[in-house]
């Protein structure tokens, strides 16, 4: 049975760092292609970003670029999302996703499996 884990959200001031966890169960992550996802109150789900199974190649939203870095411990099946600089607009419900795909995308109906997702509150 598939299953994702998020951990590691919280309330931090904006500038701050967090990282976020994903403990994937029931698949390997380095198979799948895995990524993040997050749905702000009243707002659609939007792609954080993506790696793809084996290449490790990444895709990222513009809105992170720069401030937020993907990666993966295959050892651990764990995927992590780095998030620095948080900005008040990055609150939100944070998903981690996982598909059969080599290849990642920050769409969210071409994901298979999903996280319950960990709250990430930027606020001073």
């Known amino acids: 049975q598939v299953q994702l884990v998020e951990s590691g959200g919280g309330l931090v001031q904006p500038g701050g760092s967090l990282r976020l966890s994903c403990a994937a169960s029931g698949f390997t992550v380095d198979y799948y292609t895995v990524g993040w996802f997050r749905q702000a109150p009243g707002k659609e789900r939007e792609g954080v970003s993506g790696i793809s199974s084996r290449s490790g190649s990444t895709v990222y939203a513009n809105s992170v670029k720069g401030r937020f870095t993907i990666s993966r411990d295959n050892a651990k099946n764990t995927l992590y999302l780095q998030m620095n600089s948080l900005k008040p607009e990055d609150t939100a419900v944070y998903y981690c996703?996982?598909?059969?795909?080599?290849?990642?995308?920050?769409?969210?109906?071409?994901?298979?499996?999903w996280g319950q997702g960990t709250q990430v509150t930027v606020s001073s």
């Open positions: 996703a996982a598909r059969r795909s080599y290849v990642p995308s920050l769409v969210a109906r071409e994901y298979d499996y």
